[in-house]
């Protein structure tokens, strides 16, 4: 039988874009001669309406789409996603349409409530074993924890956190039934590496444990804002991997068809993956394809960025001119110039950089040549406009106002703080009009090794409304530049390889680097490890940090980080939107929450000092 997955590349309530999508890879899948087809978790809605999920018409709303849907649903099988509403609670349910007719809606029974999901906030987890009959117009479905009939194939559902919770994973309980297939209908959020445990925990050990054919399928593309989802299709029978899609498709809907053996498990064709697992390169593809979602559907006229020839305005900028190469390639040049409402089409990928990106190095009397010729020279490489400009005359216009003020002159031996905030604040109002003038989306270039400590300023530096690397940490954004130079062929980014990192607000006789403001980027990211990622304590945390240095030295990093974490959360709840790109990300609407106002850990770094 041939059963197939289809990712597809929603908007949050955007019925025209997500129904079209849905009915051109059903009319796709028909084409191939599909017998049973599954497409992503909530596909009709979009997975990231939030608050919307507790309002009674949005539900209505996708049952009618799911009435369009059925339409096209002859001689063929097909699962959608929707939430449903019973008694004013809402269930993430997928519904079964075959050849015109509704078999019935399998609800998940249990929520992602960790990381970045919050889906108890909106969905009530559906209990095992329950089947009730929902009342739809003149038609009566069977709902709940069901098994379906297909041609003679028994079928069931796993929904995302259904396969990923071990010894709670409703594949028991369907195995006991007799199933041939699963299928896995997911918004499984993309994170560096993450696409491995997917493949082998979730489809691959499924297969396995249940003795079945199991078909996962992912949604694609930058969905909401934050999230990125790969579009992996995945199927395994019996533990043997039998097809994986390529991910990171820039394509609206995307079909993988396999041809499966029921009668003889084992004997359907291996296919080995053809996509990459290289950390690099995923994620490069994830953020090049985020981007693009984010411009074409904000309807931005491109991005503005405030390139200073260091590694973070580096990388976003080298992630820029990937979304350009990448969808280019894969679209072609008038589809992508189409999608992003480009009237003409260019010979050349950095042509389409120049009309996309703009960019513009705001120096002081502190910044360096070297900086300058860093960014000059890659944004020559990448062919992005280049602007240069000197906010000096700003600087001294609004310390002259302040010095008027409060009486006397500020001085850097008192002032410190003042004067280099001063420097990054006023780099911003301009790039600002710059962005308006473009009516583009200005890019920040925060870290999370910053957001970590606030090593930012407020109004300044921060100033964008999409932070495209604020879920990376210094450390990986610093190897990723040097990957992208070395494998990606950016050339133009050897310059600033060769720099250390620095803020440059400081004059050039008080030497300034990060690490001397901070410490070593490898131990503050070791010390967000465990204190933030693992929830250790301060000592805790120095028990798996003593082999890094001196007792009193380790002991003065981890005092620092956890100061610094705990005064800085009223910046980290400022920090534009973030794509979450890594195990981690400090972001307190997605991963991390904190109190703004806190003890500061007193008492637990009194412990540090004396353990």
Request: hydrophobic share 40%.
């Amino acid at each position: 039988m041939k059963i197939a997955g289809a990712t597809v590349n929603q908007v949050p309530m955007d019925w025209d874009n997500n129904t079209r999508n849905i009915i051109d890879a059903i009319e796709e899948a028909r084409h191939q001669q599909v017998a049973i087809l599954c497409l992503p978790e909530l596909s009709v809605t979009g997975y990231g309406c939030e608050d919307l999920f507790l309002s009674d018409w949005l539900a209505e709303k996708a049952w009618e789409e799911v009435l369009r849907i059925r339409a096209y649903c002859t001689h063929i099988t097909v699962s959608v996603g929707l939430p449903v509403r019973i008694a004013g609670i809402t269930y993430n349910g997928a519904c079964v349409i075959s050849d015109g007719k509704i078999l019935g809606i399998t609800f998940k029974q249990n929520l992602a409530r960790d990381g970045v999901h919050y889906e108890p906030r909106w969905f009530d987890a559906w209990p095992a074993h329950k089947v009730v009959t929902l009342e739809r117009g003149d038609e009566s479905i069977p709902a709940g924890d069901l098994i379906y009939d297909v041609a003679g194939i028994k079928m069931g559902f796993e929904i995302c956190e259904d396969g990923w919770r071990k010894d709670l994973r409703p594949g028991y309980r369907l195995r006991d039934r007799g199933v041939d297939l699963i299928l896995n209908p997911s918004a499984s959020h993309f994170a560096m590496g993450k696409s491995m445990l997917r493949e082998r925990d979730v489809v691959q050990e499924g297969s396995s444990l249940f003795a079945c054919a199991y078909l996962f399928t992912n949604l694609l593309g930058n969905e909401a804002g934050r999230m990125i989802y790969d579009g992996d299709i995945i199927v395994a029978q019996h533990g043997r991997l039998l097809a994986v899609n390529k991910r990171f498709s820039f394509q609206r809907f995307n079909i993988l068809v396999c041809d499966v053996n029921f009668r003889q498990p084992g004997a359907s064709e291996v296919i080995p993956s053809a996509d990459t697992k290289d950390r690099n390169e995923e994620l490069a593809r994830a953020v090049a394809l985020a981007l693009f979602d984010y411009a074409r559907k904000s309807r931005a006229k491109g991005f503005v960025l405030s390139l200073s020839g260091g590694a973070d305005s580096s990388a976003c900028a080298v992630f820029v001119a990937e979304m350009v190469k990448r969808g280019r390639a894969e679209l072609g040049p008038d589809t992508f110039a189409q999608l992003l409402g480009l009237r003409e089409v260019d010979a050349s990928w950095q042509q389409t950089v120049g009309r996309l990106l703009t960019c513009a190095y705001q120096g002081t009397r502190n910044s360096s040549t070297n900086t300058f010729e860093a960014a000059r020279l890659l944004a020559e490489s990448l062919g992005a406009v280049f602007h240069s400009w000197t906010i000096d005359d700003t600087v001294v216009a609004y310390t002259q106002k302040i010095e008027a003020a409060i009486g006397r002159t500020l001085t850097w031996e008192q002032d410190d703080i003042t004067l280099q905030n001063v420097q990054a604040r006023a780099r911003s109002p301009i790039i600002w009009m710059l962005a308006n003038i473009h009516r583009a989306v200005l890019l920040t270039t925060s870290n999370r090794s910053e957001g970590d400590v606030g090593y930012a300023t407020m109004d300044g530096d921060t100033s964008g409304s999409l932070a495209p690397i604020a879920g990376l940490s210094k450390v990986f954004v610093l190897q990723w530049l040097r990957w992208a130079q070395d494998t990606l062929g950016h050339d133009g980014l050897r310059p600033v390889n060769n720099l250390q990192p620095t803020a440059e607000l400081r004059p050039p006789e008080r030497y300034q680097t990060d690490e001397a403001d901070l410490m070593p980027y490898s131990v503050l990211a070791e010390i967000e490890r465990w204190a933030i990622q693992e929830r250790k304590s301060p000592v805790e945390v120095y028990h798996r940090l003593q082999h890094t240095g001196e007792p009193a030295q380790v002991k003065a990093w981890i005092t620092k980080f956890f100061r610094l974490w705990s005064i800085n959360q009223w910046k980290r709840e400022r920090i534009a939107p973030a794509f979450h790109l890594d195990e981690i990300n400090v972001d307190p609407r997605t991963w991390c929450r904190f109190p703004i106002l806190s003890s500061g850990f007193a008492r637990e770094l009194q412990e540090l000092e004396h353990a």
